[in-house]
């Protein structure tokens, strides 16, 4: 099993930064990927980014792509997004997730999420 937890979330005015934080513990030499989603009211949950845990190889969304940032610090065990240049359309409760597949994008593993709110 692993666990993760989120923070720094918070309210922002548009062109503002955030940066989020998830912290993995558990079985946490089983993940090949990290990754963060987000879900608006009303809203399905939609993919944002994501990491590789080994090489650090990215993938965004085309919806922050140039804005925002993905990182991770294996030795703390952490993945960060960097979220620069916020618009009222980022509002919504962001996940981050772990998966352990390299050919299948399936993350069975989810925190509790935290809200960021994007005022005008």
């Known amino acids: 099993q692993v666990q993760l937890a989120e923070s720094g979330g918070g309210l922002v005015q548009a062109g503002g930064s955030l940066r989020l934080s998830c912290a993995a513990s558990?079985?946490?030499?089983?993940?090949?990927?990290m990754g963060w989603f987000r879900q608006a009211p009303g809203k399905e949950r939609e993919f944002v980014a994501r990491?590789?845990?080994?090489?650090?190889?990215?993938d965004y969304a085309g919806s922050v792509k140039g804005r925002f940032t993905i990182s991770r610090d294996n030795a703390k065990n952490m993945v960060y997004l960097q979220m620069n240049s916020l618009k009222p359309e980022d509002t919504a409760i962001y996940y981050c997730?772990?998966?352990?597949?390299?050919?299948?994008?399936?993350?069975?593993?989810w925190g509790q999420g935290t809200q960021v709110t994007v005022s005008s």
């Open positions: 558990g079985r946490t030499f089983s993940i090949y990927a």
């Open positions: 990491i590789t845990w080994g090489t650090g190889n990215t």
């Open positions: 997730a772990a998966r352990d597949t390299l050919t299948i994008v399936r993350y069975d593993y």
